[in-house]
């Protein structure tokens, strides 16, 4: 299946424009689960996308305290060298195996991102990671010079081929873009979420990847929930407790899901698709990173790699994100992107 593809930043990275989100695939039994996971479906999940032609996958220690990373190596053992996709992979988010329960640390002390580097490397079974991410800026007082310096020295040393920032502010970026040159920025970005548009801005002009998550709102936008399927969560998905799914934002998002589902309709392909599509369209956005616990899941997103939406599509789920309320930021990008939004 041909995908297009866009140049992460200056990597020299071409990357198709969905890329495989490990998070889910991690399974249940810590604070940010999903619930129970079958092994077996999510390498048939894994597989299922990159012989599709998605070729990188994102994943972290945190996803299942380091089980994601041990499935997606898993998924890749029988794909030659020629085939493997790009591993992206971060640092950064600490449990206590003995507390999954308890909320982890957010921390980067360079010892302790040494340490998780050569976990990830040994999870991953590779001697080197694609893109390496810091996770979260740290609440354990770490200043960003002593982390992003530990990062450029991994860069410098070929242990990663990129560094880049997840979930850091403009003021951020520019503070470390001053030591060293800012791969990829990693936000949450979606119709609900929209909050990141200024920093998509940013790394467009800054010659800095970006790489979305959640553009799917964690499932909300895939067409497939109601409010009785979200009463219906297991106790151990931490979308139970997660704002968009609860109190008055819940009715306020599942309206605007079924108008994303009434420009899927018109458009002849999937609510999650056209979900993923608009992400797509905002200048900046190199790629969006989509979830699936199992083949049939990752088909719902796949063809977000291959429609196109029309400036009619952008003005009416502009009208419905105004209309629902939901979320916050601007509801329309300023104007398409390329070949593949």
Request: hydrophobic share 40%.
């Amino acid at each position: 299946m041909s995908m297009p593809m866009r140049e992460l930043g200056a990597t020299g990275m071409r990357l198709s424009v969905v890329g495989f989100g490990s998070w889910a695939v991690g399974g249940g039994g810590y604070s940010f689960g999903w619930g129970a996971q079958d092994d077996a479906a999510s390498v048939a999940a894994i597989r299922h996308a990159v012989e599709s032609g998605v070729n990188w996958i994102d994943t972290a220690p945190a996803y299942g305290l380091g089980h994601a990373e041990e499935v997606v190596a898993k998924a890749l053992e029988s794909f030659p060298d020629r085939d493997r996709p790009y591993l992206f992979t971060k640092c950064g988010v600490l449990f206590d195996p003995s507390k999954p329960y308890e909320r982890p640390r957010r921390a980067l002390p360079p010892d302790s991102m040494r340490r998780e580097l050569e976990g990830s490397l040994r999870r991953l079974r590779t001697e080197r990671i694609d893109l390496y991410l810091a996770h979260w800026p740290p609440d354990d007082g770490t200043p960003l010079e002593a982390y992003w310096s530990m990062m450029l020295s991994f860069r410098e040393e070929g242990k990663i081929g990129a560094a880049g920032l997840a979930n850091h502010t403009i003021e951020q970026l520019e503070q470390a873009e001053a030591m060293g040159h800012v791969d990829s920025l990693q936000p949450p970005f979606s119709a609900i979420r929209r909050e990141a548009a200024a920093e998509l801005s940013w790394c467009a002009t800054h010659e800095v990847g970006a790489i979305i998550y959640s553009p799917m709102q964690s499932g909300l936008l895939t067409g497939s929930f109601s409010a009785e399927r979200v009463a219906a969560l297991p106790t151990d998905d931490w979308r139970t407790r997660a704002p968009e799914f609860v109190g008055d934002r819940l009715p306020r998002n599942l309206a605007l899901a079924e108008a994303l589902q009434a420009v899927a309709k018109r458009r002849g392909t999937t609510t999650a698709s056209v979900a993923v599509t608009w992400t797509l369209a905002w200048p900046g956005v190199t790629g969006a990173i989509v979830g699936g616990r199992n083949p049939e899941q990752v088909d719902g997103w796949l063809p977000a790699g291959s429609i196109r939406l029309t400036d009619a599509d952008l003005d009416n789920i502009a009208r419905a994100i105004e209309t629902s309320g939901a979320g916050s930021g601007p509801a329309r990008p300023p104007h398409q992107a390329g070949e593949g939004s």
